[in-house]
């Protein structure tokens, strides 16, 4: 494949693109994506093209639709068009609903045609725009950042961006070169919205000064982005769909790039979350606040234990319950008779052993082994509840399940599906954790219930 493609760009400044499946272009009929699908496709890369007529421009609106046809027909590729004309608008700001729809195409189009990559247009100036916009909506230093070449977008679909090294003037001087049409949106000229009035802004100034303004914004960019690549790399060594900052990893981090530490954590388990300058001061407050506050943002859980922060998905947050219905504290799951047979849903296995046939008398985490004369049936398998206490293993006197679990620096989050084992309303074990005092393997006992959990059975 040659280098160069028509004095643009290297083939090696894809941004990050390696698609295995062929690329959708997300294009609008304006200059920037003009350029983008025809340099791809000059470049050899198989391409297919992507637009949404949201009929907001009205006959305007057409003519983007056609010429976005025309385009693709001189290019030979397919296009795929969502005609929202007739979509019902929201009575708010119409770019968070647009800017949903159009992606939710994307992902859509990717999928059914089994692409893994959507390639966008936005280039050098955008750029620029981007980082003076978040720094006036106060996004700290993640927002100087700019937009990424590259972020995942859906399950098995990449978003990215290789033009956002390339300034509009060397788009336009490609396009007259190659005699491509493209389409103004008008709209783009509307300084009602606060992005068009900082492009008006840069545009007045003269063009020397703007380039080296230019310049040092990607300078930054680059800097900041550095920084991010750094991080994802921390992240992606995390448990999938669970993540834990520490307050002494928090306080570790220079408090220029806290926020970038919080949005990309996001951005890592969720890239729909909204990753805002709103989020970051959220989860600041909730990093400094009591224990067991929670937040939730998007998609993702976040919570507050005395060692810092922990963020869950959605899928690890909802995790299949104990029981196929719902159940409250306390409410009993499984009913164990003296026949020891147990319900093929029970996540528990239970023997009668020998006392010699029992090598270790105490417990594990998943193993209980009880003096089987001390039982009274039916042993009640719950969720414990306030209030309950029992006698830790070799500990003088009662202590409440509560205390014990905090001792045990469980999190709060996961405390509430903890069970305990009952006998004549007298817990014998907290499950996975510890057996009562007064039920342990003695010189005295002649036959030990031997039980087993299956906790991996439980997700």
């Keep these: 494949m040659a280098k160069k493609a028509h004095g643009i760009l290297s083939v090696d400044s894809l941004g990050g693109l ?37 009929g907001l421009r009205g006959k305007e609106s057409d003519l983007d639709e056609q010429l976005v046809r025309d385009l693709s027909q001189a290019l030979g590729v397919p296009v795929w068009v969502l005609d929202a004309r007739n979509v019902q608008k929201p009575s708010g700001s119409i770019q968070p609903w647009a800017r949903k729809l159009r992606y939710e195409w994307f992902i859509t189009c990717c999928t059914s045609r089994t692409m893994d990559t959507v390639v966008t247009a936005h280039h050098a100036d955008d750029q620029l725009e981007t980082m003076l916009l978040n720094l006036l909506r106060g996004g700290e230093l993640a927002g100087l950042s700019g937009m990424q070449s590259s972020r995942v977008l859906d399950v098995n679909v990449s978003l990215v961006r290789p033009l956002l090294g390339v300034t509009k003037s060397r788009l336009k001087r490609y396009a007259v070169q190659h005699g491509l049409k493209w389409r103004e949106d008008a709209s783009n000229s509307n300084k009602r ?70 949005l990309d954590i ?69 009913e164990l008779q003296a026949d020891l047979k147990s319900d093929a849903e029970m996540p528990f296995t239970f023997e009668k052993r ?84 007064r039920f342990r393997v003695t010189d005295g006992t002649r036959e030990v219930l031997f039980i087993t959990w299956h906790s991996n059975s439980v997700e």
């Design 266 to 334: 996001m951005g890592y388990l969720d890239p729909h979350a909204p990753r805002r300058a709103s989020s970051i001061h959220r989860l600041k407050r909730l990093l400094h606040g009591p224990v067991g506050k929670r937040a939730q943002l998007g998609r993702i859980h976040v919570w507050k234990e005395r060692s810092g922060l922990v963020f869950v998905t959605d899928a690890l947050a909802s995790t299949k319950q104990l029981s196929t219905k719902p159940m409250a504290a306390g409410e009993v799951f499984w």
């Design 18 to 54: 390696k698609a295995k499946k062929g690329v959708l272009v997300a294009i609008s009929g304006g200059l920037d994506s003009v350029v983008l699908a025809h340099w791809l496709h000059a470049a050899g890369i198989t391409i297919e093209l992507a637009h949404v007529n949201y």
């Design 193 to 262: 919205y606060l992005r068009n009035g900082i492009r008006a802004e840069l545009e007045a100034l003269d063009e020397q000064t703007y380039a080296s303004f230019l310049e040092a914004g990607q300078q930054l960019s680059r800097h900041i982005s550095d920084v991010r690549t750094a991080i994802l790399r921390t992240l992606q060594q995390a448990t999938d769909g669970r993540i834990e900052l520490s307050l002494t990893e928090w306080e570790d981090i220079p408090d220029v790039f806290q926020g970038l530490v919080l």
């Design 354 to 437: 020998r006392v010699e046939e029992v090598s270790v008398l105490s417990n594990s985490s998943d193993q209980a082994a009880l003096d089987l004369g001390k039982i009274t049936f039916p042993l009640r398998i719950r969720r414990w509840r306030p209030g309950d206490a029992f006698r830790p293993l070799g500990v003088d006197g009662s202590q409440k399940v509560k205390k014990f679990l905090t001792q045990r620096k469980m999190a709060s989050h996961q405390r509430g599906d903890v069970m305990v084992m009952e006998s004549n309303d007298t817990i014998v074990w907290v499950v996975g954790h510890q057996i009562d005092h």
